[in-house]
């Protein structure tokens, strides 16, 4: 019987050597709406799966120079212009005696910021529809999860089935559990006791799990 | 056919059968030479799913008789610390030893020693990652906690040295009521209050965002709605997207990156407290790399202290390989020996400089009252370490164990020597004083471990102290990967 609701595909593989080779099948194959979910980043996968290189390095430069002129500026309007004092006879803007503070504020933006971007990007810059939290793939135990979105141009259920068969995936399954609002794993905000509840009886039922469970 | 054989990499092997040297495999190499193997980093023949088991099993079970032991001892010289602190707060400054001349007492040598010991966990995870060493995977995770742990012992020090606790608040710069009243910039105090603070909150990212995979893994296991929401809500939502992990990796890369430098300014900028000063002893040039060798030198044998637990309580000797304890020991000769250079470094300018000052200073530190304390310095720092030339001996836990404790002991007492040998015989011998701990400065420091080790307990009960997702990815996926389902292995077979 066909999902009415289907919301993408999943497949998974059990070695970083076989993700890397599928990855690279699905991007030639011109599918764009997917994602793999991984227990470890691997090498080379953003060649494998068509990504340029992330753009976190280019913020994290902005944010350093950000912070050498906070430092510095806040060194110098108060070293020099708000409250001058006279230490044996030292320059006002002693700028070597400014250099640690600004080293340290230039590190502190730097990496503070990144980090937090970083982490942002990692839930925004991403498919339109990533697979619903609400369900166990194993992805962070041991294996290596396709998931082609239905979002994708190229979407049709029956040939994304055919198609991740063909690159020699394990437990293909079409997703239909768009989780309800207010699931505390669909990703999405929301609220509400009784949905909540649903949707995590739903996951043991239908979904199931990595080598573990 | 047995799994490991299905890769010439691919080997099994226990603990107590490594080596610490290459595999060799005649005539597999290519061109028909032999070929050098690396040992496994994870020994046992562990899978990917044996992994988080064995790191999460922890976390999720009540705890063991052994663990309220340990927890009940810390707490107890946590209660140690806390009484102290009180009574320090209520009765002042005199109950604590500095008077003059040693105005800088056991205080500032708790200080410097706790940051010394925070400086191995953001080096393991900031430097041996930059130079691709791989054995770190296995010691980071608790290298870190343990550097965040140091780092809030020794915040607490230069808190409680300035005597008046309650207006720490005035070394920060805000615009205040106060004139506006700035902290001088000029000063190597101001440097510091940004050097330790920085320090702390970019370790702390650093290590959270290492542990952002483990705490999703954690909550993939967990079965209690609450522990699941709460794990999940403290990975942000981590669900191993390679799309994700694209941004993770940078933004890891660029953290150790910066890290990398951070960690050598701050010692170097805890030890201008000193250099920049004019007393003899303090006044020297050698002075940021003697620290940061130091700090280094003390954090890794805290380190190996904290590991040879873990190995044996916390059954973490897979993941903890008699390898690691003795590339950790190799640092620590090395790291002594820079030490030891440091120290006959430090006589050889007093003399060469013909300073009447500095030279005096050495030999009254060598020689003076404090004699037995630069003994146990050299002695423990220098000589003792020695022993790690011996590749038994680095792999012999016990020896490794004593000796870190041994080098912990020494470390303190260099402290120990730089602060109050400098002091208490400055140039007016009419105002030469001698020093000594009172009962109340012992509490302290002896107190200090105690919120240390509570806090690294508790850390080993709520959160992966083996950074999961890093030991996946140095294992071998032939041996670790995990197994089809039971359709698709029919399937197969029909097929």
């Known amino acids: ?213 | 056919m047995t799994r490991h054989e299905a890769s010439p990499y691919a080997t099994v092997m226990d603990d107590g059968h490594l080596t610490g040297r290459p595999i060799v495999r005649p005539g597999a190499g290519p061109y028909g030479g032999d070929l050098e193997v690396p040992e496994p980093l994870v020994t046992g023949g562990k899978t990917w799913a044996d992994v988080d088991q064995d790191i999460c099993m922890h976390a999720e079970r009540f705890p063991t008789k052994r663990w309220w032991i340990a927890f009940s001892v810390a707490l107890a010289f946590l209660s140690v610390l806390v009484v102290a602190l009180v009574t320090l707060f209520y009765a002042g400054m005199g109950i604590a030893g500095v008077n003059q001349p040693v105005s800088w007492g056991s205080f500032i040598i708790n200080f410097v020693f706790w940051i010394g010991i925070g400086h191995a966990g953001t080096l393991i995870s900031a430097v041996l990652f930059l130079f691709r060493q791989q054995w770190r995977t296995g010691i980071n995770r608790a290298a870190e906690a343990m550097t965040l742990f140091a780092v809030a012992c020794a915040g607490i020090f230069p808190i409680i040295h300035l005597g008046r606790p309650w207006f720490a608040y005035w070394l920060v710069p805000y615009p205040n009521a106060r004139g506006p009243l700035w902290v001088n910039f000029n000063s190597a105090l101001a440097w510091d209050i940004f050097a330790i603070s920085t320090y702390g909150l970019v370790s702390l990212t650093f290590w959270y965002v290492g542990l952002l995979p483990d705490l999703a893994t954690v909550r993939d296991r967990a079965t209690h709605p609450w522990r699941k929401a709460l794990y999940n809500a403290m990975s942000f939502g981590w669900t191993g997207s390679h799309r994700a992990w694209r941004h993770y990796e940078s933004a890891y890369m660029i953290l150790a990156a910066l890290a990398t430098p951070l960690v050598f300014s701050v010692h170097t900028i805890v030890s201008f407290d000193f250099a920049t000063s004019v007393m003899p002893g303090w006044h020297t040039t050698i002075f940021p790399p003697y620290f940061v060798i130091g700090a280094i030198f003390s954090g890794f044998a805290m380190v190996i202290t904290l590991m040879t637990f873990m190995r044996g309580y916390f059954g973490m000797k897979h993941y903890i390989t008699l390898n690691h304890m003795e590339a950790m020991a190799k640092i620590l000769l090395f790291t002594g020996m820079m030490v030891g250079f440091a120290y006959s470094t430090e006589f050889f300018m007093a003399w060469y400089s013909g300073s009447e000052w500095e030279g005096f200073v050495f030999r009254n530190r060598a020689f003076g009252p404090y004699w037995w304390a630069y003994a146990i310095m050299f002695t423990c720092n220098a000589i003792v370490p020695q022993v790690f030339w011996f590749k038994s001996m680095r792999r012999h836990t016990l020896v490794l164990f004593v000796v870190s404790i041994l080098v912990n002991v020494g470390m303190w007492f260099e402290r120990y020597v730089i602060v109050v040998t400098s002091l208490h015989r400055d140039f007016l011998p009419s105002s030469w004083g001698m020093y000594a701990l009172t009962r109340w400065d012992y509490a302290i420091l002896f107190g200090s471990f105690g919120l240390f080790f509570t806090l690294f307990l508790l850390f080993v009960r709520v959160l992966p102290v083996v950074a999961i997702s890093e030991v996946k990815g140095v294992m071998d996926p032939k041996v670790a990967r995990g197994t089809p389902t039971r359709a698709a292995a029919a399937a197969i077979q029909e097929a």
């Open chain 1, 1 to 213: 019987m066909m999902p009415t609701s289907t919301t993408g595909i999943l497949g998974h593989f059990y070695e970083p050597a076989d993700a890397l080779a599928a990855a690279a099948k699905v991007r030639d194959a011109g599918w764009t709406h997917f994602d793999f979910l991984t227990p470890f980043p691997i090498h080379g996968m953003e060649a494998a799966m068509g990504q340029k290189k992330s753009w976190i390095p280019y913020v994290t430069a902005v944010l350093a120079v950000c912070g050498i002129l906070f430092a510095q500026g806040l060194q110098n309007y108060v070293m020099v212009w708000d409250w001058p004092m006279n230490f044996g006879g030292k320059p006002f803007a002693a700028w070597p005696a400014f250099i640690p503070i600004t080293f340290e504020a230039m590190v502190f933006w730097a990496a503070l910021g990144s980090a937090v971007i970083a982490i942002i990007a990692g839930k925004t810059d991403t498919i339109p529809q990533p697979p619903p939290m609400i369900v166990k793939t194993g992805a962070t135990i041991d294996r290596f999860v396709l998931w082609i979105s239905a979002t994708d141009p190229k979407w049709d259920a029956a040939r994304a089935e055919a198609f991740v068969r063909s690159l020699g995936a394990d437990g293909v399954r079409l997703v239909d559990a768009a989780p309800r609002p207010g699931s505390p794993f669909d990703g999405r905000s929301g609220r509400g006791e009784h949905s909540r509840t649903a949707g995590l009886r739903r996951q043991d039922q239908t979904d199931e799990g990595g080598t573990h469970a």
